[in-house]
């Protein structure tokens, strides 16, 4: 699943939410997708890699490279 193309329903799948979550972020441009006619589809990494981006953008923890 490296390159792979991604409908819909298999990214809320794959972030286990629901497929009315996925139409809402698309909508709002909040997660990477391309929009082919009426169809949103998605790159396997680049939905890894955002999700990666997400959690890091989250994390309240700084390490001090001092210690």
Same mark, same amino acid.
């Given at each position: 699943?490296?390159? /792979? *193309?991604?409908? @819909?329903?298999?990214?809320?799948? &794959?972030?286990?939410?629901?497929?009315?979550?996925?139409?809402?972020? =698309?909508?709002?441009? /909040? *997660?990477?997708? @391309?929009?082919?006619?009426?169809? &949103?589809?998605?790159?396997?990494?680049?939905?890894?890699?955002?999700? =990666?981006?997400?959690?890091?953008?989250?994390?309240?923890?700084?390490?001090?490279?001092?210690?």
């Amino acid at each position: 699943m490296n390159n /792979e *193309i991604l409908t @819909v329903e298999e990214v809320a799948i &794959y972030l286990r939410v629901c497929t009315d979550t996925i139409y809402d972020m =698309c909508r709002r441009k /909040e *997660i990477p997708h @391309v929009k082919m006619k009426r169809r &949103y589809v998605f790159q396997f990494e680049t939905i890894k890699k955002w999700l =990666c981006e997400q959690e890091s953008s989250n994390c309240t923890t700084h390490i001090n490279p001092l210690l």
